[in-house]
Protein backbone atom coordinates (compact mmCIF):
# COMPACT_ATOMS: atom_id res chain seq x y z
CA UNK A 1 0.00 0.00 0.00
CA UNK A 2 1.31 3.15 -1.29
CA UNK A 3 0.20 6.85 -0.96
CA UNK A 4 3.33 8.65 -2.68
CA UNK A 5 2.28 11.08 -5.00
CA UNK A 6 -1.18 11.27 -2.89
CA UNK A 7 -2.33 14.22 -1.04
CA UNK A 8 -4.12 13.42 1.90
CA UNK A 9 -6.11 16.08 4.15
CA UNK A 10 -6.94 14.78 7.46
CA UNK A 11 -9.07 16.96 10.31
CA UNK A 12 -8.26 16.65 13.98
CA UNK A 13 -4.80 15.96 13.31
CA UNK A 14 -3.27 17.19 16.44
CA UNK A 15 -4.39 14.35 18.40
CA UNK A 16 -6.06 10.59 19.30
CA UNK A 17 -6.92 9.07 15.92
CA UNK A 18 -6.16 11.82 13.29
CA UNK A 19 -2.95 11.79 14.79
CA UNK A 20 -2.30 8.22 14.81
CA UNK A 21 -4.12 8.60 10.86
CA UNK A 22 -1.23 11.29 9.74
CA UNK A 23 1.63 9.63 10.99
CA UNK A 24 0.87 6.41 9.01
CA UNK A 25 -0.45 7.74 5.90
CA UNK A 26 3.26 9.49 6.47
CA UNK A 27 4.85 5.99 5.97
CA UNK A 28 2.79 5.42 3.48
CA UNK A 29 4.27 7.97 1.32
CA UNK A 30 1.31 10.75 1.24
CA UNK A 31 1.67 14.40 1.30
CA UNK A 32 -0.05 15.68 4.23
CA UNK A 33 -2.35 18.55 5.14
CA UNK A 34 -2.85 18.29 8.89
CA UNK A 35 -5.50 20.67 10.60
CA UNK A 36 -6.55 21.35 14.23
CA UNK A 37 -6.84 23.87 16.84
CA UNK A 38 -3.69 23.13 18.94
CA UNK A 39 -0.80 24.56 16.66
CA UNK A 40 1.75 22.87 19.49
CA UNK A 41 0.29 19.54 18.79
CA UNK A 42 0.37 19.76 15.62
CA UNK A 43 3.63 20.83 15.32
CA UNK A 44 4.64 17.52 17.49
CA UNK A 45 2.43 15.54 15.18
CA UNK A 46 4.45 16.43 12.10
CA UNK A 47 7.73 15.92 13.64
CA UNK A 48 6.43 12.47 13.97
CA UNK A 49 5.09 12.21 10.49
CA UNK A 50 9.24 13.45 9.20
CA UNK A 51 10.61 10.89 11.49
CA UNK A 52 8.70 8.39 9.56
CA UNK A 53 11.34 9.28 7.00
CA UNK A 54 8.91 10.96 4.78
CA UNK A 55 10.47 13.82 2.98
CA UNK A 56 7.45 15.70 2.38
CA UNK A 57 7.06 18.52 5.43
CA UNK A 58 3.01 18.98 6.45
CA UNK A 59 1.52 21.18 5.52
CA UNK A 60 -0.02 22.71 9.42
CA UNK A 61 -2.93 24.71 9.04
CA UNK A 62 -4.55 25.53 12.16
CA UNK A 63 -8.11 26.61 12.22
CA UNK A 64 -11.89 25.92 14.26
CA UNK A 65 -14.12 24.07 11.88
CA UNK A 66 -17.24 25.17 13.20
CA UNK A 67 -16.19 28.57 11.56
CA UNK A 68 -16.73 28.70 7.98
CA UNK A 69 -14.30 31.01 7.01
CA UNK A 70 -11.75 28.70 8.86
CA UNK A 71 -12.46 25.78 7.03
CA UNK A 72 -12.68 27.81 3.25
CA UNK A 73 -8.93 28.32 4.66
CA UNK A 74 -8.31 25.15 5.55
CA UNK A 75 -9.48 23.89 2.56
CA UNK A 76 -7.80 26.84 0.27
CA UNK A 77 -4.67 26.58 1.82
CA UNK A 78 -3.97 22.70 0.85
CA UNK A 79 -4.89 22.88 -2.92
CA UNK A 80 -2.70 26.31 -3.01
CA UNK A 81 0.44 24.44 -1.13
CA UNK A 82 -0.30 20.76 -3.21
CA UNK A 83 -2.43 21.71 -6.25
CA UNK A 84 -4.68 18.67 -5.53
CA UNK A 85 -6.75 16.70 -3.32
CA UNK A 86 -6.68 13.00 -3.18
CA UNK A 87 -8.24 11.79 0.09
CA UNK A 88 -10.20 13.79 2.87
CA UNK A 89 -10.03 12.35 6.20
CA UNK A 90 -13.22 13.82 7.75
CA UNK A 91 -11.84 13.05 11.47
CA UNK A 92 -12.44 15.80 13.86
CA UNK A 93 -15.30 15.12 16.30
CA UNK A 94 -16.36 15.98 20.64
CA UNK A 95 -18.47 13.84 22.73
CA UNK A 96 -20.22 14.93 25.53
CA UNK A 97 -22.78 13.32 27.71
CA UNK A 98 -26.15 14.05 28.61
CA UNK A 99 -29.45 12.79 27.85
CA UNK A 100 -32.82 13.81 26.56
CA UNK A 101 -33.60 15.20 29.93
CA UNK A 102 -30.80 17.22 30.58
CA UNK A 103 -29.19 17.82 26.76
CA UNK A 104 -29.16 21.62 26.49
CA UNK A 105 -29.74 23.04 22.96
CA UNK A 106 -26.62 24.81 23.41
CA UNK A 107 -24.70 21.81 23.50
CA UNK A 108 -26.94 19.80 21.13
CA UNK A 109 -25.97 22.78 18.71
CA UNK A 110 -22.31 22.67 19.62
CA UNK A 111 -22.40 18.50 19.05
CA UNK A 112 -24.06 18.75 15.93
CA UNK A 113 -21.72 22.13 14.22
CA UNK A 114 -18.77 20.17 15.23
CA UNK A 115 -19.09 16.35 14.31
CA UNK A 116 -21.99 17.10 11.33
CA UNK A 117 -22.12 20.60 9.56
CA UNK A 118 -18.38 21.36 9.53
CA UNK A 119 -18.10 17.74 7.77
CA UNK A 120 -20.95 18.59 5.42
CA UNK A 121 -19.13 21.88 4.99
CA UNK A 122 -15.72 20.81 4.15
CA UNK A 123 -16.39 17.75 2.14
CA UNK A 124 -19.07 20.14 -0.05
CA UNK A 125 -15.74 22.62 -0.68
CA UNK A 126 -13.83 19.08 -1.06
CA UNK A 127 -16.04 17.44 -3.91
CA UNK A 128 -14.60 19.43 -6.83
CA UNK A 129 -10.72 18.71 -6.51
CA UNK A 130 -12.17 15.04 -5.19
CA UNK A 131 -13.62 14.40 -8.36
CA UNK A 132 -10.58 15.99 -10.47
CA UNK A 133 -8.70 13.35 -8.88
CA UNK A 134 -10.97 10.36 -8.65
CA UNK A 135 -10.07 10.56 -4.70
CA UNK A 136 -12.28 9.41 -1.85
CA UNK A 137 -13.35 10.74 1.35
CA UNK A 138 -13.16 8.63 5.22
CA UNK A 139 -15.55 9.56 7.58
CA UNK A 140 -14.72 9.24 11.48
CA UNK A 141 -17.96 8.22 12.68
CA UNK A 142 -18.43 5.43 16.04
CA UNK A 143 -20.07 2.37 17.20
CA UNK A 144 -22.44 5.06 18.40
CA UNK A 145 -23.62 5.28 15.17
CA UNK A 146 -25.09 2.32 14.76
CA UNK A 147 -25.78 0.91 17.97
CA UNK A 148 -27.88 3.39 20.63
CA UNK A 149 -26.13 3.69 23.88
CA UNK A 150 -27.70 6.29 26.62
CA UNK A 151 -26.61 9.12 28.70
CA UNK A 152 -24.75 10.60 25.13
CA UNK A 153 -27.39 11.48 23.43
CA UNK A 154 -26.70 14.19 20.84
CA UNK A 155 -23.27 12.35 20.47
CA UNK A 156 -25.07 9.64 19.30
CA UNK A 157 -27.24 10.95 17.06
CA UNK A 158 -24.77 12.80 15.43
CA UNK A 159 -22.74 9.80 14.16
CA UNK A 160 -25.71 8.03 12.78
CA UNK A 161 -25.94 11.30 10.94
CA UNK A 162 -22.61 10.87 9.69
CA UNK A 163 -23.28 7.41 8.29
CA UNK A 164 -25.79 8.66 6.90
CA UNK A 165 -24.36 11.26 5.24
CA UNK A 166 -21.17 8.58 3.96
CA UNK A 167 -24.05 6.43 2.59
CA UNK A 168 -26.21 9.39 0.23
CA UNK A 169 -22.44 11.19 -0.44
CA UNK A 170 -21.59 7.57 -1.52
CA UNK A 171 -23.81 7.37 -4.17
CA UNK A 172 -24.16 10.52 -5.30
CA UNK A 173 -20.26 10.57 -5.62
CA UNK A 174 -20.08 7.16 -7.33
CA UNK A 175 -20.80 8.17 -11.19
CA UNK A 176 -18.05 10.83 -10.71
CA UNK A 177 -15.82 8.44 -9.61
CA UNK A 178 -15.39 9.30 -5.68
CA UNK A 179 -15.67 6.87 -2.79
CA UNK A 180 -16.95 7.94 0.50
CA UNK A 181 -16.41 5.64 3.39
CA UNK A 182 -16.43 5.31 7.18
CA UNK A 183 -15.14 3.94 10.15
CA UNK A 184 -17.00 3.32 13.28
CA UNK A 185 -14.49 2.84 16.19
CA UNK A 186 -15.67 1.61 19.71
CA UNK A 187 -14.08 2.79 23.06
CA UNK A 188 -10.31 3.98 21.65
CA UNK A 189 -7.45 4.98 24.02
CA UNK A 190 -7.38 8.88 23.19
CA UNK A 191 -8.32 11.85 25.08
CA UNK A 192 -11.41 12.06 23.45
CA UNK A 193 -13.64 11.15 26.67
CA UNK A 194 -11.79 13.12 29.00
CA UNK A 195 -12.48 16.15 26.94
CA UNK A 196 -16.16 15.46 27.13
CA UNK A 197 -16.41 15.29 30.86
CA UNK A 198 -14.86 12.68 32.33
CA UNK A 199 -12.19 13.00 34.91
CA UNK A 200 -9.17 10.75 35.80
CA UNK A 201 -10.75 8.52 37.55
CA UNK A 202 -14.03 8.00 35.97
CA UNK A 203 -11.98 7.34 32.98
CA UNK A 204 -10.09 4.65 34.41
CA UNK A 205 -13.43 2.88 35.22
CA UNK A 206 -14.39 3.60 31.52
CA UNK A 207 -11.45 1.75 29.92
CA UNK A 208 -12.08 -1.30 32.99
CA UNK A 209 -15.32 -1.68 31.72
CA UNK A 210 -14.36 -1.70 27.92
CA UNK A 211 -12.88 -4.75 28.72
CA UNK A 212 -16.32 -6.10 29.37
CA UNK A 213 -18.31 -3.97 26.07
CA UNK A 214 -15.87 -5.15 23.89
CA UNK A 215 -15.87 -8.54 22.48
CA UNK A 216 -12.17 -8.89 22.24
CA UNK A 217 -11.94 -7.61 26.10
CA UNK A 218 -10.25 -4.48 25.68
CA UNK A 219 -10.35 -0.87 24.23
CA UNK A 220 -8.58 -0.20 21.10
CA UNK A 221 -6.02 1.80 20.03
CA UNK A 222 -5.70 4.93 17.50
CA UNK A 223 -2.68 3.31 15.37
CA UNK A 224 -5.46 0.20 14.61
CA UNK A 225 -8.16 2.96 13.13
CA UNK A 226 -5.60 4.73 11.68
CA UNK A 227 -4.73 1.45 9.64
CA UNK A 228 -8.21 0.88 8.92
CA UNK A 229 -8.98 4.80 7.71
CA UNK A 230 -5.54 4.30 5.44
CA UNK A 231 -6.97 0.99 4.05
CA UNK A 232 -10.60 2.13 2.68
CA UNK A 233 -8.31 5.22 1.23
CA UNK A 234 -6.50 3.22 -0.84
CA UNK A 235 -6.50 1.65 -3.82
CA UNK A 236 -6.99 -1.99 -1.85
CA UNK A 237 -10.53 -0.69 -1.35
CA UNK A 238 -11.26 0.49 -5.13
CA UNK A 239 -14.69 -1.58 -4.77
CA UNK A 240 -16.10 -0.15 -1.65
CA UNK A 241 -18.27 2.59 -1.01
CA UNK A 242 -20.90 3.61 1.14
CA UNK A 243 -19.47 1.30 4.10
CA UNK A 244 -20.04 1.80 7.56
CA UNK A 245 -16.41 -0.16 8.71
CA UNK A 246 -16.77 -0.98 12.71
CA UNK A 247 -13.17 -0.92 13.97
CA UNK A 248 -14.21 -1.77 17.47
CA UNK A 249 -13.49 -5.02 19.19
CA UNK A 250 -16.93 -6.55 18.20
CA UNK A 251 -18.66 -4.00 20.63
CA UNK A 252 -21.26 -3.28 17.45
CA UNK A 253 -22.22 -7.19 17.46
CA UNK A 254 -22.80 -7.07 21.34
CA UNK A 255 -25.72 -7.25 23.35
CA UNK A 256 -26.75 -7.11 27.04
CA UNK A 257 -27.96 -10.71 28.39
Do not use: W
Amino acid sequence: MSFVGKVVLITGASSGIGAATAIHMARLGASLALTGRNKQNLQEVAAKCEATGNSIKPLLVTGELTSEADTKNILDSTIAHFNQLDVLVNNAGIIGVGSIENTSLAQYDQMFNTNVRSVYHLSMLAVPHLVKTKGNIVNVSSVNGIRAFSGVLAYCMSKSAIDQFTRCTALELAPKGVRVNCVNPGVVVTELQKRGGLDAEAYAKFLERSKETHALGRPGQPEEVAATIAFLASPEASFITGASLPVDGGRHAMCPR
